[in-house]
């Protein structure tokens, strides 16, 4: 199993080294359309709707960059990829940008060769039950049968976790969201465990809510984010401050129904008129329009606008935001400064 672990991640690490010879920013320009990956199916982070047009909170992200780069933010390639697909999609250059609830750990952004651009969304490990098992404690778990998403780091997190408090378990391997609720409902496994906005996402889909319970422990840090290959810092820098504006506009107030009063009168705080291009030259620092960030906000709206639209208190998952807060709300958010 471990020479299987190595091996795997040796032949990822060296796709990436052969993937970045090429300036990302210029093939997606000669594409004209940006590649991105998505789950293969999340509800309220990225699903197709009703007429195949995919949308949620990751989706935004995607959708954002492709409004800075191309300015069209329906310019936009989704390639869905699985716990054990994504980062091969990646390093091998078959997709620009995943943007798929990946958490930032130290291995895969130094061993597996790429390069976090950010937290989009900070979260934690949880356990979902249905409500008939009895059960109000992940402690209580001792001997059940778990189902997993193979290739995640939900699956280390779960064995120190039940290793820890002395108890057992059986696992259930799935490889996709649909595979693992599929199974779940089918009574396959007793709990399925993954992001707890994850399952927030997951029971919004079922038929009754209601008679699933999430379990109160949170067993482990997730911040999870947008991720480029090591290489090409250009790129890497274009998609970072693409998530720093929808940030740094929500704690600004900039919204999608003031944005265009206030890039046609830029007012007196200069940093919103640098985010909007109004003044400076931030756009040309990387080879983008003046006004690069002004679209990628028009796309979708800020951060708190995408959060509470796809997966906030007033949407069927139902989150709230949390640690998902502006800085100045007690949460996590933060922007560096545009200037």
């Keep these: 199993m471990k020479k299987t672990v190595i091996l795997g991640a040796l032949t990822v690490a060296g796709l990436a080294a052969g993937a970045t010879g090429a300036a990302t920013l210029d093939d997606v320009k000669a594409r004209g359309s940006l590649n991105c990956g998505v789950s293969t199916g999340l509800t309220g982070f990225s699903a197709p709707d009703a007429n195949g047009v995919w949308q949620g909170f990751d989706v935004a992200v995607c959708r954002a960059v492709a409004a800075a780069v191309l300015g069209d933010p329906m310019a936009v390639e989704f390639v869905p990829t699985t716990g054990q697909t994504r980062f091969t999609a990646l390093a091998s250059g078959e997709i620009?940008?995943?943007?798929r609830n990946t958490t930032w750990t130290f291995s895969r952004d130094v061993d597996l060769k790429f390069e976090f651009i950010g937290v989009n969304y900070y979260d934690g490990q949880g356990f979902m039950v249905p409500k008939?098992?009895?059960?109000?404690?992940?402690?209580?778990?001792?001997?059940?049968?778990?189902?997993?998403?193979?290739?995640?780091?939900?699956?280390?997190?779960?064995?120190?976790?039940?290793?820890?408090?002395?108890?057992?378990?059986?696992?259930?391997?799935?490889?996709?969201?649909?595979?693992?609720?599929?199974?779940?409902?089918?009574?396959?496994?007793?709990?399925?465990?993954?992001?707890?906005?994850?399952?927030?996402?997951?029971?919004?889909?079922?038929?009754?809510?209601?008679?699933?319970?999430?379990?109160?422990?949170?067993?482990?840090k997730e911040p999870l984010g947008p991720l480029v290959r090591h290489g090409d810092s250009e790129w890497g820098d274009i998609v970072r401050w693409t998530l720093n504006a929808l940030v740094a506009a929500e704690e600004y107030g900039v919204t999608s129904a003031n944005i265009g009063e206030l890039s046609?009168?830029?007012?007196?705080?200069?940093?919103?008129?640098?985010?909007?291009?109004?003044?400076?030259?931030?756009?040309?620092?990387?080879?983008?329009?003046?006004?690069?960030?002004?679209?990628?906000?028009?796309?979708?709206?800020?951060?708190?606008?995408?959060?509470?639209?796809?997966?906030?208190?007033?949407?069927?998952?139902?989150?709230?935001?949390?640690?998902?807060?502006?800085?100045?709300?007690?949460?996590?958010?933060?922007?560096p400064p545009f200037r």
Excluded at 96 to 99: G, H, R
Excluded at 159 to 175: K, L
Excluded at 269 to 277: C, K, M, W
Aim: charged share 20%; glycine share 10%; proline share 4%.
């Design 96 to 99: 620009d940008v995943l943007a």
């Design 264 to 335: 046609a009168a830029p007012g007196n705080n200069p940093e919103i008129n640098r985010l909007l291009g109004t003044e400076g030259e931030l756009g040309a620092m990387f080879g983008l329009e003046a006004d690069w960030a002004k679209k990628a906000i028009m796309a979708n709206g800020n951060y708190g606008e995408i959060f509470e639209k796809t997966i906030g208190e007033n949407t069927p998952i139902g989150l709230s935001r949390g640690l998902n807060a502006q800085w100045t709300e007690g949460g996590l958010l933060y922007s």
């Design 132 to 220: 008939a098992l009895g059960v109000s404690s992940a402690k209580e778990l001792d001997g059940a049968t778990v189902c997993i998403q193979t290739g995640t780091t939900t699956e280390l997190n779960l064995a120190d976790f039940f290793r820890v408090n002395n108890i057992s378990y059986e696992p259930v391997p799935i490889e996709t969201n649909a595979e693992a609720q599929q199974q779940y409902l089918a009574g396959a496994c007793d709990v399925y465990t993954t992001d707890a906005s994850g399952l927030a996402a997951t029971r919004a889909s079922f038929e009754a809510p209601g008679d699933h319970v999430i379990l109160p422990e949170i067993i482990s």
